[in-house]
């Protein structure tokens, strides 16, 4: 065995070594940009912003603006409030021509990168500039090690799962205590297994040192020697799955060890650390399924998660227990011949048949639903990444082939008609190896497609502009932007001029408030981003509908100057990160439950034939069942009712609601009022008021105004109409500050 490996480690090495700095990936896309690719704008925006379809690793995603002469005008990265946002700062002086937005972005779940440039103007377009959209290629260095990696991850998974679910029941024999199982048959299982640990350790290997190339941008030797691989290892998520899976293989590893050693002494324990460790390469496969296509589905995201490692491993227990009979087959049948050859041939096969019927009904149809998060249309199957996917299916249905032409074979009386095509593999063997062969090469489509970007659905939408408005206060000209401007976390972009120049060094705040539902946000202290650019970030807007925006400026010299932006936010305008199901998604989940339930049959039947149905027990049973369902579903009303309740009690529903929007006329206003109608100046009240603005509804003000406020402060004039009183409300709201 140790000479067979030698030529594929050097052939891995060689590639390693060739292939150097690969093209950048990506299994997440673009879904927002502001500007808009080939945007033609008036004046330089205050900043460039691109949201993607999932999290970036912020210390390899970076954004540089170029200009037509390739030099860099500024530069950026993630943004702390949100990493699936990568934005930059321009300058405002920033000249007319054409600009180049030139992104690398590194998804954090995955470790793809994107290599991809958008372009915008100032002033007029330009001919003969363009942008560049990511490739969608896969990378060969990738798709090697996945193929290693999840292949040596696969064949462990059968290998323990053959043993115990077929070999075991089939063939098991008390002579051979020490797993149950004869002894060439034990030691061939276990050459298996470190084949499968070699292969699985070196695809592992392969792919922290591709990924360090990627993120460094370096060769396999500067990998290697300056010890790059390790900061992936350590500081990114790709590194923690990494390192949670090398765990698991670890665990494998310790358990197949301990059984070599307590073979001789406590032969009992062979098999249970066999079987632990088939549970261990279940959990192994599931940290695949938190690196792949399905963590960045649109559509139930976890249920994607979850059918694709149902699909993983079934084709693991089809896939890699047709790796361990084709392998184990010839020897574990060499010393017997005749009817008995036949007898314990048919034993395995039957057995393994059921198991390889139910796989193929999991593989198909959990493969339609994850097919269905990423395919909307015949366009999609034309892309690279629907090229893979036929690869994939035609391999599959060569494998199912195969496996009808055993399941033939193994029942010759049911396929009397078919008795001719039943008999050409009726000595199994040959043509599981062919079938073997087949599944290695479908297990590299499964690693090809894994490593091909997934299509950019159509439906994604890019040419929504952000929210914007201006406005004249006190001499100031105030612009805010919010983007992206729709329900979610929006960052509020506030130019302050005077004079057509920048106003620095201010106080800037900005309130968010929905008036109908009298709720008012945290102040939100915005950033001085220089050039007059003051920035804030919240996630204060959960809904469609009326919102303001209050942005309060204080000088140096204590003056403070109030903007009131008054906004209709639509849900179209908020990045779409998740999508309702379709009909197809639904019916592909209802098959996947129907296939699961099919596999799972057998072991419900068992246990159902185990009951004691007397109607006394059954009727017991029922009833407790009933109860317990009709408890927790009373439960789960009455701890919503509570919960709803308690909200309403904390925040119950205005009888009226300020309709006065807080600009600074209103405010002015609000304080002429209160020195002529209000006998508050020099009452401790009024501070103890403006210290519980924060915790204190707009509604609340009102009637603090109108009849008073807890005995502090006296009611202002009764004559005032509900604007005045709303203006008064207006001015006090600005006291805190």
């Known amino acids: 065995m140790r000479r067979s490996l030698r030529p594929l480690l050097v052939l891995l090495l060689l590639l390693t070594l060739a292939l150097g700095v690969s093209p950048v990936l990506a299994h997440g896309y673009l879904l927002r940009s502001i500007p808009e690719d080939r945007a033609v704008l008036e004046r330089a925006p205050a900043r460039l912003q691109y949201w993607f379809s999932e999290p970036l690793e912020p210390a390899f995603s970076t954004l540089r603006v170029l200009n037509i002469d390739g030099e860099v ?54 001919e003969g500039v363009g942008g560049q959209e990511a490739s969608d290629q896969a990378n060969l260095l990738e798709v090697v090690w996945r193929a290693l990696a999840v292949g040596g991850s696969l064949l462990l998974f059968g290998i323990f799962t053959l043993y115990n679910a077929v070999l075991v029941p089939a063939w098991s024999n008390p002579a051979y205590p020490a797993g149950l199982l004869p002894t060439r048959l034990m030691n061939r299982l276990s050459g298996l297994v470190i084949l499968g640990l070699i292969v699985t350790v070196l695809g592992n290997g392969l792919a922290l040192v591709q990924q360090a190339m990627l993120y460094f941008e370096a060769d396999a030797g500067r990998v290697i020697n300056q010890q790059l691989w390790e900061t992936v290892r350590s500081s990114t998520r790709f590194g923690d799955y990494w390192n949670w899976r090398m765990l698991l293989l670890a665990v494998i590893a310790g358990l197949f060890i301990a059984s070599r050693v307590v073979k001789e002494n406590q032969p009992e324990w062979v098999r249970p650390f066999w079987s632990s460790a088939g549970w261990a390469a279940v959990l192994m496969l599931g940290t695949f399924t938190v690196v792949s296509h399905a963590a960045g589905s649109l559509v139930w995201p976890w249920a994607a998660m979850f059918v694709n490692w149902v699909h993983t491993l079934a084709v693991g227990l089809w896939a890699g227990g047709l790796a361990v009979l084709a392998l184990v087959l010839p020897i574990a049948l060499q010393p017997v011949s005749g009817d008995t050859r036949r007898l314990a041939l048919l034993a395995v096969m039957s057995r393994f048949s059921r198991l390889a019927t139910a796989c193929l009904f999991i593989v198909v149809t959990t493969g339609i639903y994850s097919s269905s998060n990423w395919v909307y249309g015949p366009r999609d199957l034309t892309t690279s990444y629907g090229l893979a996917l036929g690869l994939k299916v035609l391999l599959v249905v060569g494998m199912v082939g195969i496996g009808a032409l055993h399941h033939i074979a193994l029942r010759p009386e049911r396929y009397a008609r078919f008795a001719a095509l039943g008999q050409r593999v009726s000595s199994f063997i040959p043509s599981l190896r062919l079938e073997m062969l087949i599944a290695a090469l479908a297990v590299g489509a499964m690693a090809l497609l894994s490593s091909t970007p997934i299509p950019v659905p159509d439906f994604i939408q890019e040419n929504i502009p952000a929210p914007r408005q201006s406005l004249s206060v006190n001499g100031y000209t105030i612009v805010q932007s919010v983007t992206p401007g729709g329900p979610g976390v929006n960052t509020y972009d506030t130019l302050v001029t005077q004079g057509d120049q920048p106003v620095e060094g201010l106080m800037v705040r900005t309130q968010i408030v929905q008036p109908e539902r009298d709720r008012q946000g945290d102040w939100l202290p915005a950033e001085d981003a220089e050039a007059g650019l003051y920035v804030a970030a919240g996630g204060e807007i959960n809904r469609a509908g009326r919102w303001w925006s209050l942005v309060d400026l204080k000088s140096a010299d204590g003056q403070i100057t109030r903007a009131a932006f008054d906004w209709s936010i639509e849900d179209a305008a908020a990045v779409q990160l998740s999508r309702p199901p379709s009909l197809m998604t639904v019916l592909a989940m209802g098959g996947v439950i129907a296939a699961l339930s099919f596999a799972l049959y057998p072991t419900v039947l068992a246990f159902y034939r185990r009951l004691d149905l007397r109607p006394v027990f059954v009727f017991i049973a029922l009833l407790t069942i009933l109860s317990t369902a009709g408890l927790t579903a009373v439960g789960f009303y009455l701890d919503g009712q509570a919960r709803l309740q308690y909200e309403l009690t904390l925040n119950p529903p205005p009888t009226r609601f300020n309709s006065t929007l807080p600009t600074q006329d209103s405010i002015e206003r609000g304080a002429a009022l209160v020195a002529t109608g209000c006998d508050w100046q020099g009452r401790s009240g009024l501070s103890q008021l403006v210290e519980s603005l924060e915790r204190t509804r707009d509604e609340a003000l009102y009637n603090a105004v109108a009849t008073g406020w807890r005995g502090l402060l006296p009611a202002c004039e009764s004559s005032w109409t509900d604007a005045q009183r709303w203006d008064v409300v207006n001015y006090l709201r600005q006291l805190d500050f």
């Open 73 to 126: 005008v500024a530069e950026g990265g993630t943004a702390a409030e949100n990493e699936s946002l990568l934005t930059v700062r321009l300058p405002r002086d920033l000249p007319d021509g054409a600009y180049i937005a030139d992104m690398r972005i590194a998804f954090a779940s995955d470790g793809h990168l994107i290599a991809q440039r958008r372009v915008f103007f100032i002033g007029q377009a330009s």
